[in-house]
């Protein structure tokens, strides 16, 4: 059974950073895409970052690239997302999702394993 849990979440002020964790289980987590989505209240849920085998296969959206970097640690079946420079508009539920595919991707529907999110907060 696959299993992603995420973590890291919290409050945080408008300019600080977090850095969430996604532990996988149950996969062979170095043959994963994983991505990183976001959902805000009354909002679609969004793209944020993806990365594919190789650290250098990495994608962001518009809004967080230069602030958000995705890394993963394979032998500990371990994908990050650091967060700096953080705005009250990354407020949301944070998810993390795992393919087994070689390249980043996008793509929502992609994505065939999801955690169960976690929150993150930015004050103003």
């Known amino acids: 059974q696959v299993q992603l849990l995420e973590s890291g979440g919290g409050l945080v002020q408008a300019g600080g950073s977090l850095t969430l964790s996604c532990a996988a289980s149950?996969?062979?987590?170095?043959?994963?895409?994983m991505g990183w989505f976001r959902q805000a209240p009354g909002k679609e849920l969004e793209f944020v970052a993806a990365?594919?085998?190789?650290?250098?296969?990495?994608v962001y959206a518009d809004v967080v690239k230069g602030r958000f970097t995705i890394s993963r640690d394979n032998p500990k079946s371990t994908g990050y997302l650091q967060m700096n420079s953080l705005k009250p508009e990354d407020t949301a539920v944070y998810y993390c999702?795992?393919?087994?595919?070689?390249?980043?991707?996008?793509?929502?529907?992609?994505?065939?394993?999801w955690g169960q999110g976690t929150q993150v907060t930015v004050s103003s």
């Open positions: 149950g996969i062979t987590f170095s043959n994963c895409a």
């Open positions: 990365i594919g085998w190789s650290d250098y296969n990495s």
């Open positions: 999702a795992a393919v087994l595919r070689p390249i980043a991707t996008m793509r929502r529907d992609a994505y065939d394993y």
